[in-house]
């Protein structure tokens, strides 16, 4: 294969000519393939080639029809082909845009000798070394720096003024004490409160005063609840014999059965009919009866009673009363 002759980008591959001079080669911006224009004028892909993807080599396609007029392309992205040569430019005198650096010129003449440079505003060359200089008017060069000076308290010079300072409200630095004010008033009138004083002695104790009136009688306080039952007691030692009671004719608690009486004489021999014998049973139901609403009676004083303790004494005697009576509730 000969040398290449020349290479030509193009945008697009199907911009690739069928057919091209021998050696030229095309290089394709949108798909980065490669090719190349054989010794018999047809375009080859290289690419292809040198990768061995296919078995035979591609060629370009045959030109398609000419496509339909496009527009002005003033707002296209994609660059148009390269113009011909324009007509040479005018001298550029006016030109705002710089030209292209010059060569270096000629060495020129030697100048005229200049003034003495005292009113010059460019640096002369460095003179020689000079005497101690203690009368020199010209500066010399700057020493090193020298030790740290003292806190200048005794210095004679004055040091550079300060910034202004605040008005020293929020300070914890106590500043120069005044000079003496006039004596003041006696500061009766005063909104500015003294020092505190010394505490005085102790007063004498006052005399009593008079009795005041009597108040008003406060309201009774309502009752308390009943406490709970203490724990039961020790018994106690035996009371002294109390006063005789009544006769017991009226009371509905029975009283303790008494002793055995001596057997009594052999009495007549009374025979008891059939009249008298119901008239004893009319007169037990009647004593049994108001027996029972004696009881039913005390029954509903007891459950009244506020004191736990006496009612469920009462209420056990109850009980006994009601089963010797062979009663139920």
Do not use: Y
Not at 18 to 29: P, R
Not at 101 to 122: A, L, Y
Not at 207 to 233: A, E, F, V
């Amino acid at each position: 294969m000969g040398r290449i002759q020349k290479v030509k980008m193009i945008l697009t591959e199907n911009l690739v000519p069928e057919k091209a001079e021998f050696g030229k080669v095309f290089v394709c911006k949108d798909t980065q393939q490669v090719w190349v224009t054989a010794l018999s004028g047809e375009v080859l892909n290289l690419s292809d080639l040198l990768e061995g993807k296919t078995a035979t080599v591609r060629t370009p396609g045959p030109q398609g029809a000419s496509g339909r007029d496009g527009v002005d392309g003033s707002n296209s992205t994609v660059p148009g082909p390269r113009g011909n040569v324009g007509e040479a430019g005018r001298d550029g005198k006016d030109s705002t845009v710089p030209g292209p650096k010059g060569d270096k010129g000629d060495r020129g003449d030697k100048g005229d000798k200049g003034d003495d440079g005292k009113d010059s505003v460019v640096p002369g060359p460095a003179g020689r070394d000079g005497h101690d200089g203690k009368d020199s008017t010209v500066p010399g060069q700057k020493g090193e720096p020298g030790t740290a000076g003292r806190d200048g308290a005794d210095s004679t010079v004055a040091g550079p003024r300060g910034l202004p300072g605040r008005d020293g409200k929020d300070s914890t630095t106590p500043g120069p004490r005044g000079l003496k004010g006039d004596s003041g008033r006696d500061g009766l009138d005063s909104t500015v409160a003294g020092s505190p004083g010394r505490d005085g002695h102790d007063g004498h104790d006052g005399k009593d005063g008079s009795r005041g009136l009597q108040g008003i009688p406060g309201r009774d306080g309502s009752n308390g609840h009943d406490g709970r039952d203490g724990d039961k007691g020790d018994k106690g030692d035996k009371g002294d014999r109390g006063a005789a009671g009544n006769d017991g004719k009226d009371s509905v608690v029975p009283g303790p059965h008494g002793d055995k009486g001596e057997k009594g004489e052999r009495g007549d021999v009374t025979v008891i009919g059939d009249n008298e014998l119901l008239a004893a049973v009319q007169q037990l139901k009647a004593e049994k009866t108001r027996w029972l609403a004696a009881l039913a009676v005390q029954q509903e004083r007891n459950d009244s009673r506020k004191h736990d303790g006496l009612r469920s004494a009462v209420a056990s005697v109850l009980r006994t009363l009601r089963v010797d009576s062979n009663v139920h509730k």
